[in-house]
């Protein structure tokens, strides 16, 4: 099952460290405001959570949860690129797969 979870916060762009006094080094102010409209729940009434906790992201969709980990030295200095792979990493531990396609966030089910 495929389903749009949410549009892609565009007021995050400007909480990247470059635009804000950020000096935590993986663009914390940055990753908090992307993963906040993610808190949601699905059309079919799944609760799909999403929220750092230091360098993990941790993303629990009903009963399944996945953590990934902001790589800085392994994947990026750049905020955006750390969190995608942070991201992935976390729904691929959830058994989910994210997207992102036009501006907006897909999240999709295995059944």
Request: hydrophobic share 40%; net charge positive.
């Amino acid at each position: 099952m495929k389903a749009k979870l949410c549009d892609v916060n565009p007021a995050a762009k400007e909480k990247l460290p470059q635009s804000t006094d950020d000096k935590s080094g993986i663009g914390v102010h940055y990753v908090d405001a992307y993963l906040k409209p993610m808190n949601t729940k699905l059309e079919d009434g799944t609760a799909l959570r999403c929220k750092r906790r230091g360098l993990k992201i941790l993303l629990s969709v009903g009963a399944k949860k996945g953590e990934g980990l902001m790589r800085r030295l392994d994947v990026s200095p750049d905020p955006v690129v750390m969190l995608e792979a942070a991201l992935q990493e976390a729904a691929k531990a959830a058994g989910i797969e994210l997207n992102v396609e036009d501006g907006a966030i897909f999240v999709t089910l295995s059944s």
